[in-house]
């Protein structure tokens, strides 16, 4: 280990380039500035830790990625809701789809016919890919390279939009 003089330099020289990596990973200028003072701190802490010949810049910005990482599991853990109630009331509740209003319903009538007129060789592919099927499967299914599948689906979507272009 480096004498704790050096440590502690090399840490406060790279306080811009950790404040740069840290605005990128949380686009928000005072959570940037509260990651590098988080990072800081846990560099600090595990001074012992660090081995000479590692990258010591490296190791920093692997610290601060890994707070940043934790903190966000964290915080998509916290807005989770977890129904508590007797029935799952809340988890039961109708989710609003959109087709309920009459023009969610007409909108979804006028997609559904546009895609059946597509032929075979467009509405197949795109159909499976609409269901939830990956471009390697429906291409096993159909017995078409994947690069045909993928194209096809691409120039249906496109057709799809030119037909539907007043929904935008």
Do not use: C
């Given at each position: 280990?480096?004498?704790?003089?050096?440590?502690?330099?090399?840490?406060?020289?790279?306080?811009?380039?950790?404040?740069?990596?840290?605005?990128?990973?949380?686009?928000?200028?005072e959570t940037a500035q509260d990651l590098v003072q988080?990072?800081?701190?846990?560099?600090?802490?595990?001074?012992?830790?660090?081995?000479?010949?590692?990258?010591?810049?490296?190791?920093?910005?692997?610290?601060?990625?890994?707070?940043?990482?934790?903190n966000y599991r964290r915080q998509v853990r916290s807005?989770?809701?977890?129904?508590?109630?007797?029935?799952?009331?809340?988890?039961?509740?109708?989710?609003?789809?959109?087709?309920?209003?009459?023009?969610?319903?007409?909108?979804?009538?006028?997609?559904?016919e546009a895609i059946k007129n597509f032929t075979d060789?467009?509405?197949?592919?795109?159909?499976?890919?609409?269901?939830?099927?990956?471009?390697?499967?429906?291409?096993?299914?159909?017995?078409?390279?994947?690069?045909?599948?993928?194209?096809?689906?691409?120039?249906?979507?496109?057709?799809?939009?030119?037909?539907?272009?007043?929904?935008?």
């Amino acid at each position: 280990m480096a004498d704790s003089g050096s440590f502690k330099e090399r840490l406060l020289g790279l306080q811009g380039n950790l404040l740069n990596f840290a605005y990128q990973l949380t686009t928000s200028r005072e959570t940037a500035q509260d990651l590098v003072q988080d990072t800081t701190l846990k560099v600090l802490d595990n001074e012992s830790k660090y081995v000479d010949n590692v990258n010591f810049k490296g190791w920093v910005f692997t610290i601060m990625r890994n707070i940043f990482i934790n903190n966000y599991r964290r915080q998509v853990r916290s807005a989770t809701v977890v129904d508590t109630t007797e029935d799952l009331y809340h988890l039961n509740l109708s989710q609003e789809s959109g087709l309920s209003t009459p023009e969610g319903s007409f909108a979804a009538k006028e997609i559904s016919e546009a895609i059946k007129n597509f032929t075979d060789e467009y509405r197949v592919p795109f159909s499976m890919y609409i269901a939830g099927y990956k471009y390697n499967e429906i291409a096993d299914k159909m017995g078409l390279p994947l690069g045909t599948v993928k194209s096809r689906i691409f120039f249906a979507r496109k057709r799809l939009q030119a037909l539907l272009k007043d929904y935008r």
